[in-house]
Structures are given as C-alpha cells and as structure tokens.
T-cell receptor
Framework: SQKIEQNSEALNIQEGKTATLTCNYT??????LQWYRQDPGRGPVFLLL?????KEKRKERLKVTFDTTLKQSLFHITASQPADSATYLC??????????FGKGNQVVVIP | NAGVTQTPKFQVLKTGQSMTLQCAQD?????MYWYRQDPGMGLRLIYY???????DKGEVPNGYNVSRLNKREFSLRLESAAPSQTSVYFC???????????FGPGTRLLVL
C-alpha cells in the first residue's frame, strides 16, 4: 500500500540550530514533492517544491533534498528561530494535479 | 486578493442534519480541492475539480457531494451528517501551472 511517513514525535530544537525533518514514502513515483507549513488553527502554506530530477532546492533559510532511490526527502531549517515553530507537511504529487500529504512533523524552537 | 475563503468558520450539527460548506477563490485557478484533516490522520482528499464543470472522487468521498458552481466556487455538501464526519475541512485551489496549492482557513465541523 502507499505510505508517506513523517516523524510523529515533535522536534524540539534550540534557537540558532538546524532543524532537519524526514519524509519517507513507499509505492509512489512522484514527479515532484512539496513542503508546507501549518500553524495551529490555520490552513497549510506552501514553502518549497522539488522535482524528481532535482537533488536540492533552497529558499532563504530552508533547504530540501529529494532522493528518489531512497524514496526520501529531507527538509532543513537553518539558524532556526522561535517563529519557525509550526507543523511541517510533506506532500507528494500523483495523478492529475493531486497531492498526497504526510501527517506532518511538529517543530518547536526553544529560545 | 482574498485568496481562498471558506464559510462557515465553525459549525455544530446533529446527526442526520445536512449542510453545505462554501469555498471561493479569486485567483482564477482551474483546480479546486476539498480535504479533511483529523488528528493523527493528516490531510485526506475528499473530492477535487480539475476544471470548471468536472469533479472527481478523492480518497474519502463517501458521505459527501460536491458542486463546482463556476470557476470561483466549489461547495461540499453533507446530506446526512454523521459523527465520523467531525473534522476540520480545508478547501484549496491551484492554477495548474504553478503546481502549488493555496489553502483556505478551514471549517471546523462538529457532528453530535
């Protein structure tokens, strides 16, 4: 069966350190993968998209890697700040413009 | 631009009641989506509409119907609400070219 796995345990990290989140998937062949941020009581907000032929993508303090052999994406927040505290969702593209979402991984940045 | 708007923000229903969740987008996007989000389950696709006049089932369509009224609006109807439909419902839209989805603020539904 198809699965998208993100760590269910919250990641507590000291301000200024790099937070790294993992997204593993099985039985998908996504043309691209996305990461979203979700704050409590709000809808997800798009952060980054990485395609199957790209190894790495950066945007400001965010970096995403995509390894289609390992079926894994890593999401990094460098120099983390308390404002980065949120839940981060991994999403895989499938079918006709559809996304399958992971359950999300909460990040708590401690000042 | 308001982006994606949803009404109502919060609703309490009794089992068996019906209601329609409204969604509108002002970004001229072709595709629209309805998701539900439950604790420990993540976002699951209920229905989507790739373009005006078309709708397709997603992962969890049972108990729901949708209408793509025009390019802007995509509504979700619960004909006979059940406690299992207690959830947070999100509408999203996508241009089809950007390949990113824009989400509304959500509707919190409680079915007693």
């Amino acid at each position: 069966s198809q699965k998208i796995e993100q760590n269910s345990e919250a990641l507590n990290i000291q301000e200024g350190k790099t937070a790294t989140l993992t997204c593993n998937y099985t039985n998908y062949s996504p043309a691209y993968l996305q990461w979203y941020r979700q704050d409590p009581g709000r809808g997800p907000v798009f952060l980054l998209l990485i395609r199957e032929n790209e190894k790495e993508k950066r945007k400001e303090r965010l970096k995403v890697t995509f390894d289609t052999t390992l079926k894994q994406s890593l999401f990094h927040i460098t120099a983390s700040q308390p404002a980065d505290s949120a839940t981060y969702l991994c999403a895989l593209a499938y079918g006709n413009n559809r996304l399958a979402f992971g359950k999300g991984n909460q990040v708590v940045v401690i000042p | 631009n308001a982006g994606v708007t949803q009404t109502p923000k919060f609703q309490v229903l009794k089992t068996g009641q019906s209601m329609t969740l409204q969604c509108a987008q002002d970004m001229n996007h072709n595709s629209m989506y309805w998701y539900r989000q439950d604790p420990g389950m993540g976002l699951r696709l209920i229905y989507y509409s790739a373009s005006e006049g078309t709708t397709d089932k997603g992962e969890v369509p049972n108990g729901y119907n949708v209408s793509r009224l025009n390019k802007r609006e995509f509504s979700l109807r619960l004909e006979s609400a059940a406690p299992s439909q207690t959830s947070v419902y999100f509408c999203a839209s996508e241009s089809g070219q950007e390949e990113t989805q824009y989400f509304g603020p959500g509707t919190r539904l409680l079915v007693l």
